[in-house]
Nanobody, 119 residues
Framework: QVQLVESGGGLVRPGGSLRLTCKASGNIDSIWAIGWYRQAPGKQRELVASVARPNNPYYPNAMKGRFTISRDNSENSVYLQMSRLRPEDTAVYYC?????????????WGQGTQVTVSS
C-alpha cells in the first residue's frame, strides 16, 4: 500500500508563495488521482486540487487562479504551487489518493503540513 507524506508548509506573509510536496512511498503510475485537501480550524476539510492520470488537473471553482497542481510520476510526487496567499489559506494541507476513477479516496489521512499565512 502506497503511503503519502506531505511537506513544504510553513509561515508565509500575505501575498507570498509556497510549494507543497506530496511524496509517495512507492510508484504512483497506477494511482488514478492524487489530491490536495486542506482543513482550517473549526472548518470541514475541503478539496483544493486534484490531478488524475496522466496529468489532468482539477480545481474546484473557489480554488481556481492561485493554486497549481502538478504530478511527476518519475519522482512519485505531486506538488501544489500556491501563490498570492491570503490569511484565509491558513490550514493543515493533506494529500490523498483515489485508486480508480469515481472510486473512494483513502479513508486514512497523513499528518499533513501546516500552512500559516500571517504578517
Amino acid at each position: 500500500q502506497v503511503q503519502l507524506v506531505e511537506s513544504g508548509g510553513g509561515l508565509v506573509r500575505p501575498g507570498g508563495s509556497l510549494r507543497l510536496t506530496c511524496k509517495a512511498s512507492g510508484n504512483i503510475d497506477s494511482i488514478w488521482a492524487i489530491g490536495w485537501y486542506r482543513q482550517a480550524p473549526g472548518k470541514q476539510r475541503e478539496l483544493v486540487a486534484s490531478v488524475a492520470r496522466p496529468n489532468n488537473p482539477y480545481y474546484p471553482n473557489a480554488m481556481k487562479g492561485r493554486f497549481t497542481i502538478s504530478r511527476d510520476n518519475s519522482e512519485n510526487s505531486v506538488y501544489l504551487q500556491m501563490s498570492r496567499l491570503r490569511p484565509e489559506d491558513t490550514a493543515v494541507y493533506y494529500c490523498n489518493k483515489q485508486n480508480q476513477p469515481r472510486g473512494p479516496w483513502d479513508a486514512e489521512w497523513g499528518q499533513g503540513t501546516q500552512v500559516t499565512v500571517s504578517s
